[in-house]
């Protein structure tokens, strides 16, 4: 499989999974019982507001697939200097808080095949910015994969673990 019909199939899975949340979300909509409606906003709230400060930080080189643009620059300032792939953070936290409101076995399902699948694209890309960056590499060791600080990618600091 060529690098470019694995992303177009990464891309394809994890608008589908997210339509899919949507699709689920929606139907749950005229529930007269939404007993985290508070937990549900705020997880898509976090969402957009990771995926905009991404979008500012990214928008040179910015595109959907995990092919890195022709000609574009690496980037590690912003909310990419604590997080590699703040993207996909911020649509795990939408999808979270789809599958919160949907409430339903299958869209919980739904969101754990989206983590998957970013997880499979995230490391998918990683390894092309290796091969067209020379300073990822360093970047990757020292910067955490999604969730900001967590494990052996604290920039030096300790792990989780040897803080609790």
Known sequence: MTNSTKAKLLVTGQFALLAALGIAALANVHSKV????ILESSLLAIGILVLFFAWQSLRPSLQISPLPKEGAIFISRGIYKYVRHPMYLGVILIGCGLASFSDSAVSWILEFLLIGTLNVKASFEDGLLRERYPQAWHYQKH????LPCLGKSCRGGPTCSEIL
Request: hydrophobic share 25%; charged share 10%.
């Open 34 to 37: 939404h007993n985290y409606l």
């Open 143 to 146: 910067t955490s994969k999604v």
